[in-house]
């Protein structure tokens, strides 16, 4: 009886380990790519660089639900305008347009 307790607290305890992992796994891709692309060369989680802090562009588009489309177009093509007069450069097709959507995505989730 005892031993049968225990077993199911290791089986919960080894549930829960996949779970975490399986979530922390979905962020450390998007940050990883972001890392391995040179995107942190001139952005920050929480601030600015050459470019917008992560957290900013999350705020301004919350709710948007357009916003993942438009920034992996923006991530892809670059652009100007919108955070000032300095352009992002385009950063496709060299990373491709799946890796861009992973980015996009964790880039609206820093908020
Ligand atoms: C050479 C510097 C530089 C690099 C490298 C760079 N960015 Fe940017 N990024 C900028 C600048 C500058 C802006 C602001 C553009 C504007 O005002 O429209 C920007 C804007 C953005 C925005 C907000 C776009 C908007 O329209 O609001 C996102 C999201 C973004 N970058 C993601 C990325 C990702 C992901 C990468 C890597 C694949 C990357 N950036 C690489 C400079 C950079």
């Known amino acids: 009886m005892k031993h049968q307790v225990s077993?199911?607290?290791?089986?919960?305890?080894?549930?829960?380990?996949?779970?975490?992992?399986?979530?922390?796994?979905?962020?450390?891709t998007g940050a990883e790519l972001a890392q391995k692309n040179n995107c942190m060369a001139c952005h920050g989680i929480d601030k600015k660089i050459v470019g917008p802090a992560y957290k900013d562009v999350a705020k301004k588009y919350k709710g948007n639900a357009d916003a993942v489309a438009m920034l992996s177009k923006k991530i892809k093509d670059g652009g100007s305008g919108v955070w000032g007069p300095i352009p992002m450069p385009a950063n496709g097709p060299k990373v491709s347009d799946a890796d861009i959507k992973v980015m996009a995505e964790w880039v609206m989730a820093t908020n």
Do not use: M
């Not at 607290?9 to 399986?22: C, K, R, V």
């Open 7 to 28: 077993l199911s607290i290791i089986a919960a305890l080894g549930i829960a380990a996949l779970a975490l992992t399986a979530s922390s796994s979905y962020a450390a």
